[in-house]
């Protein structure tokens, strides 16, 4: 008689594994599986600057479109305004308004004054008068640049330098 071998099972402890080890070993990738990630990688890397130009040509597509309505809408502008200037008394209209032209033996007036007092901002009123100022604009250029040159205080602390003009004869005081 053949003598029968025992083999006898002995527990072997593994070590502990955590949860994502566990679920990382668990997946089993057959061929087919990585056949069909590699092709749509490719697929992925093939198709997305096409795709991306794709989308540039339509953003272009709808911001042409959009040009076309503007001018289409210019268009129907122009053509109602050149309809208008087929209109004799819109001609007529215009001609008066614009050229100020009237017909022979009318008579056409013009205000020029209508009463109305213009002023400054500060409402003062505006002289008709010629007026020369009194200040010697070239001392005060001067002073200004040699105060800004030669001071050491703050741009807020300069106070401007009060510069007496010729009297009213000429001479200066």
Not at 52 to 71: D, G, N, P, S
Not at 119 to 148: F, K, N, Y
Request: charged fraction near 25%.
């Amino acid at each position: 008689m053949a003598r029968q071998q025992r083999t006898q099972r002995v527990p072997v402890r593994l070590p502990e594994q955590s949860a994502q080890a566990g679920w990382l070993r668990s997946i089993r990738l057959s061929g087919f599986t990585i056949a069909t990630l590699t092709v749509l990688v490719l697929t992925v890397v093939v198709l997305a600057p096409s795709l991306r130009i794709f989308v540039e040509q339509q953003q272009q597509i709808a911001q042409l479109r959009a040009e076309v309505e503007a001018q289409k809408s210019g268009v129907k502008d122009l053509r109602d305004e050149r309809a208008r200037w087929d209109d004799p008394s819109y001609i007529e209209a215009q001609a008066r308004e614009r050229l100020n032209y009237v017909y022979p033996g009318e008579y056409s007036y013009l205000v020029i004054d209508d009463g109305q007092t213009v002023s400054t901002g500060d409402g003062q009123p505006i002289s008709d008068q010629v007026q020369t100022t009194q200040v010697d604009w070239v001392r005060m250029l001067l002073s200004s640049v040699l105060t800004a040159g030669l001071t050491d205080d703050k741009p807020g602390e300069i106070v401007a330098p009060v510069i007496q003009g010729p009297d009213e004869d000429g001479s200066d005081e």
